[in-house]
């Protein structure tokens, strides 16, 4: 059973970070093209990141590009988000995808980020 869990959510002000970590099983963790997406309310889900099978090559979104950082694990099977200076406008459900593109692959549950003072 393929699961992928996101943990490292949480409320954070404005300017601060947070570290997300995907925690895969059931899958060949180190074959997947890993990537993060985020969705807020009546907004439909956004790509916001992603990492080669073998972690040499990221992109961003132009929205996190340089605030964001992807990386992974593959001996512990596990995607991280580190997320500095964060704003209000990144205030979203997180989740972590397996597989490239928005379309088949494996989806996590998601994590809520909320930025507010």
């Known amino acids: 059973q393929v699961r992928l869990v996101e943990s490292g959510g949480g409320l954070v002000q404005p300017g601060g970070s947070l570290r997300l970590t995907c925690a895969a099983s059931g899958i060949l963790f180190g074959n997947f093209v890993m990537g993060w997406y985020r969705q807020a309310p009546g907004i439909e889900r956004e790509w916001v990141a992603s990492?080669?099978?073998?972690?040499?090559?990221?992109k961003y979104s132009d929205s996190v590009n340089g605030r964001f950082a992807i990386s992974r694990h593959n001996v512990r099977r596990n995607l991280y988000l580190q997320m500095n200076n964060l704003k209000p406008e990144d205030t979203a459900v997180y989740y972590c995808?397996?597989?490239?593109?928005?379309?088949?692959?494996?989806w996590g549950q998601g994590t809520q980020v909320t930025v507010s003072s």
């Open positions: 995808k397996a597989g490239p593109g928005r379309d088949g692959g494996y």
């Open positions: 990492i080669t099978s073998d972690g040499r090559t990221t």
